[in-house]
């Protein structure tokens, strides 16, 4: 087993007109697995712009990303006969705009969960925590938004 590559993702959020936070999962295209929108960093692109860059490529939506991670997970990725241990640095993106058309729409399925019903659905225990400390993390809506008018990506 290979180890010590690195990921970036992007845990993308929205808030319903209630308050509660919802989780965009995609569909993995090896097992069809939900996961968040994740790849390899970029040499052109700071780590959270490349994982805002993943979200748009893998589940057809951009927003704004936070600059700092929330954390971190590990995943095992197959690797033709062998097994990677990736990690993956997390970056919050609070959704803004949603494509009916996207680069790999025809390889993934995505879909809004609430934050426990997305805890339940993915797979690694690291990534779960994550899930279910973003309503925390994220603090009340009025810092976000200025948080998001600081950082946005189109």
């Known amino acids: 087993m290979k180890s010590g590559s690195k990921q970036v993702g992007a845990l993308c959020f929205r808030r319903t007109e209630d308050g509660r936070t919802q989780i965009l999962l995609v569909t993995s295209r090896e097992t069809g697995r939900w996961v968040i929108p994740k790849g390899w960093p970029s040499r052109q692109l700071k780590d959270h712009r490349a994982a805002a860059r993943e979200a748009a490529q893998e589940a057809g939506v951009s927003g704004t990303i936070r600059s700092r991670p929330i954390g971190r997970y590990t995943y095992l990725k197959r690797d033709g006969a062998s097994l990677q241990s990736l990690q993956v640095v997390v970056f919050p993106l609070a959704v803004h705009r949603e494509q ?36 925390q993390s994220s603090g009340d809506s009025r810092r976000h938004a200025a948080n998001a008018a600081r950082l946005h990506i189109a």
């Open 100 to 135: 009916q058309n996207w680069r790999e729409q025809s390889e993934r399925r995505r879909a809004w969960f609430s934050l426990a019903r997305a805890a339940a659905e993915v797979s690694e225990p690291e990534l779960r925590s994550l899930i279910r400390a973003l309503d």
